[in-house]
Each structure stands twice: as C-alpha cells, then as structure tokens.
C-alpha cells in the first residue's frame, strides 16, 4: 500500500504518521499546497490535488513526487517483484488512501452524518475553476457560497435543498469541474503507475470511498 496520505484523524487511526517535515515545510510558506475549505481551515493530511502540476517542491509537481517514490519502489523492490513475491500495490489517491476530498474530517469537527464540505478553496483549484469558468464563457462565475458547514444538513443549504443551486446551470458546472478534477487526479497517478510497474507481475489497485449519506429523490444531491 503506497500511502501519499497522512496517518491519523480518520476511522481507525490509532498512530499519527504526518506526511514527510520537508513537504510539510513547504506549506509553511505556501498553505495553499494543502487542501482547504471555504472558511480558510488547512487540511494537511494530503495535498491538494491543485498543485499536482505545480512545480513547487524542489522543483517537482506533487505527481512528478508520487512517480519518483513509485519508481524507487520499484528499484529497490526488484528481486520481489521479480519473484512475483508481491502481487498486489494498492496506489494512494487521497486522504486514507481514498480517490476522494477530505470533505469529512472528524479532526476539524465533523460528526456523522453532516453533509461535510466542498474543499477546493485552495489558491491553485481556486484558479482553475475560474480559468475553466471564463472558458465556458461565465467569468463571473465564483466557488460556491452556499453549500454550508460540515455538520449541516441539505435542506440548511442554499446550494443543496429542494430546487437548490445544484440544479442550476451554474451549480451543474461547479459539480461537474470538482468530480471531474478528481477523476484526472486518479488518472494522472495512475498513469504514472502504469509506466513504473510495465512488465511487473503485480495488479494495481485503488481505493474510492464507498459509503455516503446523503441522497436526493428524484435527484440526486
């Protein structure tokens, strides 16, 4: 299992295990790196998938770093993988490991079954959701303000009670950039992976968040 992700502050976590001083140095001075929600708050358990493309750390992107670790991996594993000795490498996505955001994290307050956040307020995914908005031809287009807080309930919520701006044109837009975003981030790493471990007798998997709450007949929030 290659974990990208920080240890601690999720189900079952009994050790905490933060990701490497030297990325987390980063952030002393740029915080953006790490996932953020509309209130300002950092989420360091993972970076955030903005800055997959952004050279910012001694002079790599967070996937040109996932693909180094990956290809040491394979290096210094040779003998076993060569051996078919290990079968399986599960490749981490996000926060436990997950293809997900961390839009529910019981560190900053989260109790089931609130609705949790959007978390793409982060200077870099701020930037591209008003790039791929001006492209679409609605510059005036911002992140939503609407959505509530982590504990709240759909029909609190501008954005997702009945006939809520997630039906609008705009509303649509935002869902499909932020699901979308997270699909490319998977498949950008995965790429990488496929390259690494081409003639590898190993499976490679992924693991997606399975269980949410929340749900809307005959539309679903």
């Not at 529910?104 to 079954?113: A, C, L």
């Not at 935002?174 to 590898?200: P, Q, R, T």
């Amino acid at each position: 299992i290659m974990s990208f992700h920080q240890c601690g502050g999720n189900v079952g976590d009994v050790v905490n295990i933060p990701i490497p001083q030297w990325v987390r140095d980063v952030g002393a001075t740029d915080p953006d790196i790490f996932y953020t929600n509309r209130g300002g708050t950092r989420n360091i358990e993972y970076l955030t998938l903005g800055v997959d493309d952004q050279p910012l750390f001694q002079g790599r992107t967070a996937v040109q770093m996932y693909a180094d670790y990956m290809a040491s991996f394979r290096e210094n594993m040779k003998k076993f993988l060569d051996a078919g000795t290990i079968v399986d490498i599960e490749v981490g996505l996000g926060p436990a490991g997950e293809m997900r955001y961390p839009s529910y994290p019981q560190s900053q307050g989260w109790v089931f079954p609130g609705i949790g956040e959007f978390i793409c307020y982060d200077k870099y995914l701020e930037a591209d959701f008003k790039a791929a908005a001006a492209k679409a031809g609605h510059p005036e287009w911002e992140l939503p303000d609407d959505a509530g807080e982590y504990n709240d309930t759909p029909e609190k919520t501008q954005f997702f009670k009945d006939n809520g701006t997630y039906l609008t044109e705009k509303g649509k837009f935002f869902l499909s950039w932020y699901s979308n975003k997270l699909i490319k981030h998977g498949d950008k790493i995965l790429d990488e992976a496929n390259k690494v471990f081409l003639g590898c007798r190993v499976q490679l998997a992924i693991k997606i968040s399975g269980i949410h709450w929340w749900y809307r007949v005959p539309n679903h929030a």
